[in-house]
């Protein structure tokens, strides 16, 4: 006999169709054009399929979290400035710009769908064959903790921390030599102690670790400290804090990801501006929240889908350019050996049309149809949502176990940062967090011992989810 749906089941229907019908319809206030509808099919659906996955009865995180940036910067943000005429970077998109534009979050979206459709008919993932390794978190914290008080004298202190964006990066990159390993030195400051104290909590959530009180009191306060709202962006921050979270939250509860995944929509509508105020120096951002959507929605923080636009329109002027998701991987080849590397592409399409800041967003899809137009679109959006699919039914099954199980909370909430692209610069601190999760675990035989679940040290309440098709 089929149990009976929950409360949060029952909503789920009634929740999908406000966030894709109602929301864009109260978000949009102009007259309904063909261009206009075309965005609005986009809102509508990405809406719908971050409501249903919200109220779902297994908190999918990878899923909640791509579907959570899709309609925010997908789809409410582009109605918001459609509807005002006016576009966050301070220049007009022609309707057929916008058009292609909103067909490319489209294809990527519906394709994403598809992927996931494949990946949850296959069979599932198999039993982790990697296990943590305590000495080597040792070797980890050993490690950390050196590099990133070796990184604080090489800033200038610890006040440095507590200056602005722009300054830290100025003194992370300064000397000739320095500003071409900078990513480095950046990845250095903060990344291996936070993921030193990941590393604790997920051993001890698995029970391959015993007690480290001491090691957890003192490695989490020295991660928020250098990777602190004032001179950290948004994203890092986001990455550091909800990292930290997730992990601790595992077995995450529908009920805590309902709420996180709504919280977090209302912070990224109404509170996301806020942190703007210490990017520069003197910076003449207010960082008022304002609850005027519409407003909040129209101001620079926003401008994927106008750079999906710019993709578009580059590409339409010089041919498609396969050579910018070379660039991602082999990040750390010398410019001296390979003269020719790409560009970020977002400082591409920035240099393209003008602008004098390039610190801009390239989203995954504009990065696809700029190497290969919509059939890399399409393509990518199917890898992905495959690839998502498939990593969080390995965390619903086996929790944070193996390097997938540790990848998996942290990628979630990393994947804005590739999300939002451009991918060339999000990759060098993901190769660092993945290469870590990677030297902390080794292979386990066949006779070793697992992971035991988590149901094993938190009661039958706690036992993982059975995947549901």
Known sequence: MAAA???????????????GGLVPLLIYNDIWTGTAVLVGVVAAYTGIRFGWTVFAPEP??????????????????????????????????????VQAAATIMLVFVIAWDVGRGFADRAKPPRTPRRGIRPNRITAIVVFAVPAAAYEVYRI?????????????????GHGSLASSIAPIHGALLGVPVFIAAYLIIAGRKTGQLGPRPLQVAALIPLALLLTNPVSSSR?????????????????????????????LAFALVFAFKVFDRF???????????????????????????????????????????????LGPPLFWLPRAVWPDKPLDTGVVLGIFKGFDFTNLSAPVPAELYVAGG????????????????????????YGPAG??????????????????????????????????LWFATSKVGEKAERPPPLSAQRGVEAQFVRFRH
């Open 235 to 263: 994203y890092l921050l986001g990455t550091v804090v909800l990292g930290l979270t997730l992990i601790i939250l595992q077995p995450l509860r529908p009920t805590l990801y309902r709420w996180l995944l709504l919280g």
């Open 5 to 19: 749906p929950t409360i949060g089941e029952g909503l789920r229907p009634l929740v999908a169709l406000a966030l």
């Open 60 to 97: 999918r995180l990878m899923t909640g979290f791509f579907w959570l940036f899709m309609y925010i910067f997908g789809g409410l943000a582009p109605l918001a400035q459609l509807a005002a005429h006016r576009w966050p970077l301070g220049t007009g998109v022609s309707d057929a710009k």
């Open 156 to 172: 200038g202190g610890v006040g440095s921390l507590f200056t602005s964006r722009e300054r830290l990066g100025q003194l992370i």
């Open 279 to 325: 990017r520069y120096d003197s910076s003449t951002v207010s960082g008022t929240v304002t609850f005027d959507v519409r407003a909040q929605l129209r101001n620079g923080d926003y401008d994927a889908f106008q750079q999906a636009a710019h993709a578009v329109e580059w590409v339409q002027a010089t041919g498609y350019h396969p050579a910018q998701l």
């Open 403 to 436: 390097f997938i199980g540790l990848l998996v909370p942290v990628l979630t909430v990393y994947q804005f940062i590739l999300l939002r692209g451009s991918l060339l610069q999000a990759t060098g601190r993901l190769v660092v967090i993945m290469g870590l």
């Open 374 to 397: 919509s059939l890399a679109v399409a393509l990518g959006g199917l890898l992905i949502g495959w690839g998502w699919t498939r990593m969080d039914r390995h965390l619903l099954l």
